[in-house]
């Protein structure tokens, strides 16, 4: 009876460990009983969210996660609030918000209607759009130049689905390279396994000045998609407030000015489009 007893007990305990968050949980309560914050980042998606010289998560997004960890300790009146950052990939980052690993991803994910059937996004946090990079001298003029081009794109990104979802339709006759992550995309341009590398196009520019080592490219005209940026996570509404009054604030106020100078100066100014975002994001409390 004892041998059985202990047996349940392993099992119970062994499924507890990767069982998914319940669904009627508040992260918030979580959060305030455990005393800690998990923060999920991507490790080389420079500017938005990486790991810098020091090892530690640097980025645009990574900055905005700070602050609103900082406001969530204030809220719950934690104020020793324990914020772990927990690496995650572009495949990785959702099943990691279902089994708890994180509660908040931070990185540059992009927020669509079927991804918003299965978690929460906050208010947008950046607006981009998908392009190709190309070695210098060989960007294609017209899309039917396009046709047996071989293109790496980073599996698990709206990209990827963008991308494919046109070759299926005809528009496009490329050949998709899928690789894990932007460093063996750029990699992969720059050995010359690919004759392309698709992306969101602020993610381009910087991977190929901060991780191109000095080689020449060039960034097609042409834009697939648009790509509106959140905060992503589990369905939960007073942790989606707290994070979206945050933002507001902070796009309200202009205290996103120096993040954003931060970040994007160095690669060239943001558009118009970023500037109306941030004033139709900023709400008023």
């Known amino acids: 009876m004892l041998k059985r007893t202990l047996l349940l007990a392993g099992v119970a305990a062994s499924l507890a460990l990767v069982a998914p968050v319940s669904a009627s949980e508040s992260t918030l309560n979580r959060i305030k009983q455990s005393g800690t914050l998990k923060l999920g980042y991507r490790e080389n998606s420079v500017p938005f969210s990486f790991t810098g010289d020091d090892r530690?998560?640097?980025?645009?997004?990574?900055d905005l996660c700070r602050i609103v960890a900082d406001d969530i300790g204030k809220q719950l009146n934690v104020p020793k609030l324990d914020v772990r950052w927990v690496p995650v990939t572009a495949q990785s980052r959702f099943a990691a918000l279902k089994s708890g690993e994180i509660d908040l991803e931070c990185g540059n994910t992009t927020q669509t209607i079927s991804r918003r059937a299965d978690f929460d996004f906050s208010l947008m946090t950046f607006v981009d759009g998908a392009g190709l990079l190309f070695r210098e001298g060989e960007v294609p003029t017209t899309v039917e130049s396009l046709k047996g081009q071989r293109v790496a794109v980073v599996a698990g990104t709206t990209t990827e689905t963008t991308l494919d979802q046109m070759i299926?339709?005809?528009?496009?006759?490329?050949?998709l390279i899928r690789v894990p992550d932007h460093d063996a995309a750029i990699k992969a341009l720059t050995d010359k396994t690919?004759?392309?590398?698709a992306a969101d196009r602020t993610v381009l520019v910087?991977?190929?000045?901060i991780r191109g080592k000095g080689?020449?490219?060039a960034l097609a005209e042409m834009q697939f998609s648009y790509e509106p940026y959140g905060l992503m996570m589990r369905r939960d509404d007073d942790l989606r407030l707290a994070v979206d009054r945050t933002l507001a604030r902070l796009y309200r106020s202009g205290e996103i000015g120096p993040i954003v100078k931060r970040w994007f100066e160095p690669f060239g100014k943001p558009g118009d489009a970023l500037q109306a975002m941030f004033l139709l994001n900023g709400l008023p409390e």
């Open 215 to 217: 080689q020449p490219f």
């Open 56 to 62: 530690q998560p640097r980025g645009y997004t990574v």
């Open 206 to 209: 910087t991977t190929a000045l």
């Open 168 to 175: 299926k339709a005809g528009k496009l006759g490329m050949l």
């Open 194 to 197: 690919a004759t392309a590398y």
